[in-house]
């Protein structure tokens, strides 16, 4: 009987243990969630979005360049990418069980799971050295380079879900394989590729560590891809390193904005893998 | 073959061919870029290497305006902020996989789920602000004074609080790695057949000596795993450790000292680095930081596949 008891208590005890750790995890999501709202809430303006940051000792001014920058690097890391990403990752779901096909989907592995910092050197190394200078360009590419591969898997993994018979009937009705591929089997699945994009977008928009020696950052408007330029990342980097209280408070407005934009990617990614999965999480 | 009967047969096997060409050469680009990043990477290091040789890992001072470089006390602050942090985020991600893949009810699943992938999803720099403006003044003043008061006599935790250091780091870090833990581990341990729990459960165990007895023992290679992809993730991360460790080139026993990484090393000097030695350097620990990454993931994932094998990944599992 004190046995039973004694495993009765283990069994409640280790469960509760799983749940308090479960809750435990969810502390700091939280509290960056509150700090955010209650500190980015008051700073935000019609300012922060438009106007270049003002020299400290003047009041206002925002982080709109760096918006733009983010803009511009990723919108080109994501030319550069994407479709090199969707025909990888198609090689790879046709590919079958090759060797090849299993040495690229474990580089694509080690690649994505890389230090972005590392990425950073190795891009400063082949494009900012020789070309003597910091520029948007070498951001994007190093973007990129951190793109490519989330992208190649996810495509992969979406494009296996497609059901064989839809390919059959493709084939059976006289199309190309090449066509099969692209119009039944990519058309079938494009919601979730689409959905990988974004995720790849998001986590691209929020990177800094990369960009730092770059895109090197910029407190003035930029369009140029040869020059340095902003990055939402970036600028929130140099606001919270700042001894000034003002510019802590823009700090968190832009980190605030930061999240609102890579938050609504992953669940709006989350929603449309949802649907195109017929009801499976993600 | 009955295809030559197709009169447009031949059109479709060369685009056929074209195609499957573009693909793969797509998907080579990837194999080249790593090639490009190693043996570019280890180009820039090779003059600083060939300098110093060993003494570039071994060596205590890193003094760029003597050109004397040794990376150890970055080593040393990358490894221990890593480790310890591994120590506090494994236990929590082990009691949220086993609570997501064995205990919550349905309702539960989804929204702890989708919060611990927004944990993940929250960038490096917002965890750096955060970890600046909350989580080193709680440390300065609330968690170090205590942890003195009634620990004080052990060496790690001697020393002035002054809230940026070791100890801060590796909270950051903890917080950063948990979802990659907890996620991963919850695709090994949902990857472990049902009827090994039914048949602890009709052997009369209770749920919990089922996860202890029947799941977590068959699971554990592929929770190494998992620990390996996250210490991997700790390794490398930036900006958030940049932001909290102090950054100073010291190698102390004390968790409240201020320390430095590989990857905080680069983030604060590489882009001022205008000396051949010094870049080299820099290189050599950018170079070291993926290779270490790159060997952690080839064992991590060999980990990882032996339990979970393609069940863990495939849509018709028990997710």
């Known amino acids: 009987m004190s046995l039973f008891r004694h495993r009765r208590l283990v069994d409640r005890l280790g469960r509760g243990l799983c749940g308090l750790a479960t809750l435990l995890a969810l502390v700091p999501l939280v509290s960056v969630l509150v700090w955010l709202v209650s500190h980015g809430a008051r700073g935000l303006s019609f300012a922060l979005f438009t106007e270049l940051p003002k020299p400290f000792g003047e009041v206002g001014g925002g982080v709109g360049q760096a918006l733009l920058g983010t803009g511009i690097m990723v919108g080109v890391a994501l030319l550069l990418s994407m479709p090199l990403g969707i025909l990888a990752g198609i090689a790879l779901a046709e590919g079958g069980k090759s060797r090849f096909v299993q040495i690229v989907r474990f580089v694509a592995d080690v690649l994505a799971g890389a230090p972005s910092i590392a990425v950073g050197v190795f891009v400063y190394t082949a494009v900012v050295m020789p070309m003597h200078g910091f520029s948007a360009f070498a951001g994007a590419l190093a973007l990129a380079v951190l793109m490519l591969p989330t992208i190649t898997r996810s495509t992969e993994e979406l494009l296996r879900l497609v059901p064989i018979h839809l390919r059959e009937a493709g084939l059976a009705l006289g199309l190309p394989a090449w066509r099969v591929t692209l119009s039944v089997t990519l058309k079938s699945a494009l919601p979730g590729v689409a959905t990988g994009i974004m995720l790849a977008v998001a986590r691209a928009a929020g990177e800094t560590a990369p960009l730092l020696f770059t895109a090197f950052g910029s407190q003035y408007w930029a369009w140029n891809l040869s020059e340095p330029m902003a990055a939402l990342p970036l600028q929130i980097f140099t606001l919270a390193s700042s001894p000034f209280e003002a510019w802590h408070q823009q700090a968190w407005a832009a980190a605030l904005v930061l999240v609102t934009l890579v938050l609504l990617a992953n669940l709006g990614a989350r929603f449309v893998t949802r649907r195109a999965r017929g009801g499976m999480a993600l | ?319």
């Open chain 2, 1 to 319: 073959m009955a295809a030559s009967l197709n009169p447009t047969a031949s059109t479709h096997s060369v685009a056929d061919r074209w195609f499957r060409g573009l693909t793969v050469a797509a998907a080579a680009f990837l194999v080249l870029l790593l090639l490009a990043i190693l043996l570019q990477l280890g180009r820039a290091a090779l003059g600083a290497l060939q300098v110093f040789g060993p003494v570039l890992l071994t060596g205590r001072t890193w003094d760029p305006a003597g050109a004397t470089f040794g990376i150890l006390p970055f080593v040393y602050g990358t490894v221990l902020t890593s480790l310890l942090a591994l120590l506090i985020a494994a236990p929590v991600a082990l009691g949220v996989a086993v609570y997501l893949a064995e205990l919550a009810p349905e309702g539960a699943k989804a929204p702890v789920t989708v919060a611990v992938e927004l944990l993940a999803a929250v960038p490096s720099i917002v965890y750096g602000l955060w970890g600046v403006f909350v989580l080193v003044p709680w440390l300065r003043d609330t968690v170090q004074p205590q942890l003195q008061t009634w620990l004080g006599f052990l060496p790690v935790f001697s020393g002035a609080s002054i809230g940026f250091g070791v100890l801060a780091a590796s909270l950051v870090l903890a917080v950063m790695i948990l979802p990659t833990l907890a996620a991963i581990s919850r695709d090994v341990l949902l990857a472990i057949p049902r009827a090994q729990r039914e048949a602890a459960l009709a052997l009369g165990a209770t749920r919990f000596e089922m996860i202890r007895d029947a799941v977590l023992p068959q699971a554990l290679p592929g929770i190494v795993g998992a620990m390996m992809l996250g210490l991997g993730r700790a390794l490398g991360e930036t900006m958030a450790v940049t932001m909290v460790i102090g950054n100073r080139a010291d190698i102390s026993l004390s968790w409240f000292a201020p320390a430095q990484t590989m990857a905080s090393l680069l983030a604060n000097e590489y882009a001022e680095a205008t000396e051949e030695l010094h870049l080299g350097a820099l290189a050599f620990v950018g170079l070291s930081l993926f290779a270490v990454t790159l060997l952690l993931n080839l064992g991590a994932r060999g980990l990882v596949r032996r339990v979970a094998g393609s069940a863990a990944r495939s849509p018709g599992g028990a997710r």
